[in-house]
Every structure is written in C-alpha cells, then in structure tokens.
C-alpha cells in the first residue's frame, strides 16, 4: 500500500533527554485535550483495546503471516517479534496490533507512541525490515481516498525516521471516490541517531483544519498542510468531521519490490520491535 516515498525535507535530530511529550496532559498546550486512549503495556496481556491481526489483512505486514504468538507484553513493554520461519505458505512471520473497531479518533488529536526500533545501523545488515506506527480511518472503502497518516516509519534496520500522510488528490464532493483514481504523499524524515538502542517519542499532531504536525521528543520534525503540498488539488480527509482513524503498530518485512530493500540472508532474525506507550489526546466526544 505504501509506495516508494519522495522526501521534502530532512533533519538532524540529537538525543533529548527528559523531554516533553506532546501527549502530556498536564500541559497548558492541552488544556483543551483529553486522554482518549492509552497504553503503557504494564499488565501480562493485552488490553481489550486491541486486536491482533491474524494473517496478512490489507496487506499490513507485507512479506510475513501475522499471528498471536508474535505479539506480547512482558517487563512493562509490547514486544512484536519478527521470525524467519515458515507459516500459511509465508516465509516469515510477525506481528501487528490495531484498534480497529475498538477505539478511534477523530482530528484534532495529538497520537504519541514510545518505542526502541529494531535494527543494526549498519547498511546491509538488516535489509527488509520494515517497524511502523500509524492510523487507518475507520470506516474507508478505498486507500488512499480518506488518508493514512503513518506517525513512525524505518526501514532496514537504519536510524533514519520517516513521517508521511498519503491521501487522494482527487476525492471532492463532484467525484465521490472511484477507487484507485489517485495517490499522492508528504512527508519528512530525520536521523535519530540512538532509535535502535533507546526509547523515542514518535508522535503526530492532527489539526481539524488540516494540519499534521510531526515531532520526535517533543521536538518538532516537520508539518504536513495545504502549502507542503504543494500544487496538488482535493480535499484534505482529516478535515473530514466524520472521519477517525484507528492505530496500528507493526513490523512488516519486505522481500522486495517495495519501499525497503529485500530481505538477505545476512538479516539477523529474531527481531524486536518494543513500544512501551502509546497514547492519544482528543476532544472528549
Ligand atoms: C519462500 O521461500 C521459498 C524458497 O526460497 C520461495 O520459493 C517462496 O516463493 C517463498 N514464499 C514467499 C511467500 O515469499
Ligand atoms: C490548527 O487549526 C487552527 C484553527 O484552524 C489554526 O489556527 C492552527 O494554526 C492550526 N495548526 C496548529 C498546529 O495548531
Ligand atoms: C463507521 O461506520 C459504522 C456503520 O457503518 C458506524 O456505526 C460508525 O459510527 C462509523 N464510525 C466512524 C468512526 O465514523
């Protein structure tokens, strides 16, 4: 679904210790916010919160059968474990939990998930790996008509950190969505040096006017609005008073033809990708 990505901007980020967290409540910024969601993984399972994707629906996880046993929260953590080992005529396996039909949010919300990524740093060494968190909208019969808004994204197992909406520049009210009629993306990237060794912030601020705001850390990475992109035409979904989108964290792997490279023999399997909270401020309904 995610297609090979242009990039507009690109930052340098440094560690920042003690942080603020755009998804802090007691902040003045949020004054207006609620906490709508959160999960900071403390218990031995999974809350009701979420669904675990049995299998490979929408294509989420790529390369890899999706299943329970690659999913779980241990020591304060969700661990999502990605294993080369065959299953249901797949050659890896993995892991990818949404709140699909649980929770959903609708703009403004600020979405905030702290996660160690997996991955070596070195080029070469862990190719295919693919770790994200994002949000899908709710109710939605063709990608990319009302948007995806992918907070985190890395691939092969490098610290480069990749922010990204995609949505269909030609949905208006005249043309009510044919499917596939059209693509287009905005995105920034930064390097955060220690993402595969240290826990990170990873959020997105999405404005009900149409504004995505993105930040690792608190620190703000880049945004997403009528003038970033561009030229193009349409509506933006998120302005979309009806539309909520729900989140998904995963780990794919790419055996090719997509965004990461394909996944070598060199790719040291088990991966762990850890997320220690994510957490969304709303609007009360
Ligand atoms: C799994 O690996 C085998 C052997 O390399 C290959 O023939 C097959 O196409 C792979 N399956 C998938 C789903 O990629
Ligand atoms: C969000 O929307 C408000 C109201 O339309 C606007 O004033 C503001 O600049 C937007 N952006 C952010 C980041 O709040
Ligand atoms: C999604 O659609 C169902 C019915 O099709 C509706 O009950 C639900 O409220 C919708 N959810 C959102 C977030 O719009």
């Known amino acids: 679904m995610k297609l090979l990505l242009i990039f507009f901007g690109t930052l340098a980020m440094s560690v920042v210790e003690g942080y603020v967290s755009i998804c802090d409540e007691k902040s003045d910024d949020n004054s207006d916010f609620t906490v709508l969601f959160e999960d900071t993984f403390d218990g031995e399972q999974l809350s009701e919160d979420w669904v675990i994707t049995e299998g490979n629906e929408l294509g989420q996880l790529r390369d890899t059968w999706g299943q329970k046993e690659n999913i779980n929260v241990e020591g304060g953590r969700l661990v999502i474990t990605t294993k080369r080992e065959q299953s249901n005529g797949y050659n890896f396996t993995s892991g990818a939990l949404t709140t699909k039909g649980k929770q959903f949010f609708k703009p403004p919300f600020k979405a905030c998930v702290v996660a160690q990524l997996p991955g070596s740093g070195i080029d070469g060494e862990m190719d295919g790996i693919w770790p994200a968190h994002w949000m899908m909208p709710q ?24 922010s990204t909406f995609h949505w269909n520049p030609n949905k208006d009210e005249k043309n009510p969505a044919p499917c596939d009629n059209g693509h287009d993306h905005a995105g920034v990237n ?57 989140l998904i964290l995963n780990t794919a792997i790419s055996t090719g033809g997509v965004w990461p490279k394909a996944v070598t023999d060199k790719t040291v399997f088990p991966i762990y990708h850890y997320v220690e909270d994510a957490k969304i401020l709303g609007k009360a309904p």
């Open 139 to 162: 109710n939605s019969s063709c990608w990319p008509d009302d948007g995806e808004i992918d907070i985190m994204e890395q691939v092969d197992g490098l610290n480069t950190i990749y």
């Open 190 to 246: 930064v390097e955060v040096a220690t993402s595969l060794t240290d826990f990170h912030e990873y959020a997105v601020f999405a404005n009900d006017s149409g504004e995505l705001v993105y930040y690792v850390d608190g620190e703000e990475i880049g945004r997403i609005n009528e003038e970033s992109k561009g030229e193009m035409e349409g509506t933006t979904p998120q302005k979309d008073p009806n539309m909520a989108f729900y």
